[in-house]
């Protein structure tokens, strides 16, 4: 069976939207986001992952309204939300004095929680700029994290990892940390790179696990377009989603 991981980085502007217009909207499928993905699901059978930010362009998930928790917890068997950063500034392959990644995830989970439910989180992670040291691998290992998703280019190493496991990264697919027992999976596809569909599917066509994402500030319609071809062209592949 060939899978597909398919996740949106950078992730908050739904979240403002939805407690902006919280005495209006009666769903959670009101925002445009989440009705487009909502429409995807049932068209393709896509299932997402929403990678999170805290603060972000003065919007805070501590300020996020609750009301649609039962809702989303009804639909986490295709939607589901998870940790990235604090904010787009965080650097977590330093060590820092001001903060530690223990809390910055625990600050991200328990605010996710209240806002979508314990059903709809994600466990795996893609963190921003794939910046991590060994360090705070282990912080995140401690807290439950087993998977994480590596870089889509060799022109960064992921995480903590070396140029030569990155390179095994990159090249297999797969490399597995058996000291500290984390998996990591290479990014396969960033949809808002400058190939076309066609060239997408001939690099990755084959693949038993496909780890393919985008980011939320740049869905813009003629990504969604591209990201549509994308997915029907996967369909003939007779990929499965999986969370």
Known sequence: MQYIHFSVDDTILLFADLEQNKDVYTSIFENATLKYFQRLHKQYGLKVTFYCFYEFSNVSLENITSQYRKEFEENSHWLQFGFHAYDAGREYDKDSFHYSITNDYLTVIQALENIVGEKAISKHLRLEKFSLN????????????QILFGSDTLEKNSYYLNSEQSYQLF???YYYDWKKQLQFYKTDIRIEQSKGVEDMIQDIKGDSYLVIFTHEWLLSDLLKEKMELLLKQLQKYKYQFSI
């Open 134 to 145: 060994e360090g705070n691998a282990n912080c995140l290992k401690d807290v439950g994290i």
């Open 171 to 173: 090249t297999k697919g």
